[in-house]
DNA sequence: TTAAAAGTTTAGACAAAGCTAAATAATCTT
DNA sequence: AAGATTATTTAGCTTTGTCTAAACTTTTAA
């Protein structure tokens, strides 16, 4: 597997885990930043090498041997976040681009290694389950913000965007994983939801609401 | 720097610290494991880059630029020896590998924080210098074995040759860095040389002798 | 000091992965 | 159910890094 070919696997891989159907052509492109055209070409090749089952025009689905090498990229993927974060001290906006190379280093000892190095770790900076090394894993439980209900308390749990920007606004907001929030009020005119945590209230963007997992305190 | 790049940047390195000769195309192609006709290519794009100079038919140098890049790789490559062999537990017969890979990985603050999580070493699992942040390092004091004198003490500071055969080698003859070593006799007809350490004595091979660095004791 | 040998470069191909533009299939609309 | 729109694929080209075979320099040695 070249490098772009496992990105390819990792994007379907993303892309099925969000709507369970088939990948379109133009999902595929669009997650990965390039042309439809391309994406033809690329899953052509992934077809001839039984990593994915492709039929033209109606999308593309995972082999078993595409999903099970694409859980080893996340695997490495996020444990390398974990390491980052944990024993080189970087904040959690800035682990996802260095893990999306260190993620392509091919050999299974380091891997295993560098688990156990962590004390196997269940989940990333993000709140995302770490594969084992046979590739199992919990699926987490989580509520977004927006569907959390008026009084109750939640537990951050994980993030569903994890681009610099938003993990920025919640650092500078003081909002981590493990903070217990309470939801005050939802806004039905714009659906901004007022929180309040560690004695602070907090209005945030139907946006931001989207993006933050919680589970029932 | 492409991948590709950054190896013929550092192989050239490597043979202008053997001979400081200008590095000819064949010269390049053995150690690249690959054609002279390839090496004349590659060789010509970096010129275009000013990271070699390069006269045809007259072999080619590092300009600084390039040298200094030689220099992030190959502290790089060191620094990701040491985590392996001292954090993962890797034997020093195996690093080698695996540091081939992560020492393409881009983000000077990575190799910075490991550097600092390395506690700033020195000197990698083979006696090699590591350059600092701003490519500095000391330049070890290395006399050969087959260049100790008969009845002096030495202590083992490094290895040539850091092929998995080699030190495996070394690992069954329980020789590591730091082992003290007498010279017990040089044998002129075959240029083997019979050592003692830890009240042992071994008659080791002229080849094992040539990739055996030591300094006085 | 010239011919053979050795070393190097050039020319022309190929595979990977991308792109644009054109063609084709599927879906939506009325 | 046909035309329009959208989605997808195909065709042909580009770049990177490699290769073989042929051509050309340089060195060596008679």
């Known amino acids: ?21 088939e990948v379109s052509t133009n999902a595929l492109a669009e997650e990965m930043q390039t042309k439809a055209s391309s994406v033809t070409d690329m899953i052509k090749k992934l077809a001839e090498k039984n990593m994915v ?5 109606q999308g593309v689905t995972l082999s078993k041997a ?30 996802h681009d260095v893990a999306e190379q260190l993620e392509h280093i091919k050999s299974e000892k380091l891997t295993d290694k560098l688990d156990e190095f962590l004390d196997f770790p269940k989940v ?42 938003f993990l920025k606004y919640l650092d500078a907001n003081h909002i981590s994983l493990g903070t217990t929030i309470e939801i005050i009020h939802k806004e039905p005119f714009d659906n901004s939801v007022k929180i309040k945590f560690n004695d602070v209230e907090l209005v945030v963007s139907e946006n931001v609401a989207k993006n933050l997992f919680l589970q029932e305190a």
């Open 66 to 95: 595409g999903r099970a090498h694409a859980v080893k990229v996340v695997r490495k993927h996020r444990l390398w976040e974990v390491f980052l974060l944990e024993k080189l001290n970087f904040s959690w906006d800035e682990v």
């Open 1 to 21: 597997m070249t490098l772009a070919e496992e990105n390819y696997l990792k994007a379907i891989y993303h892309l099925e885990n969000q709507s369970s159907n």
């Open 124 to 165: 990333d900076p993000h709140g995302d389950p770490i594969p084992d090394k046979h590739g199992n894993f919990e699926e987490i439980d989580k509520t977004s913000l927006t569907d959390a209900q008026e009084g109750q308390s939640y537990v951050c749990i994980g993030v569903h965007d994890s681009s610099s920007d």
């Open 53 to 57: 089952s492709y039929i033209p025009y």
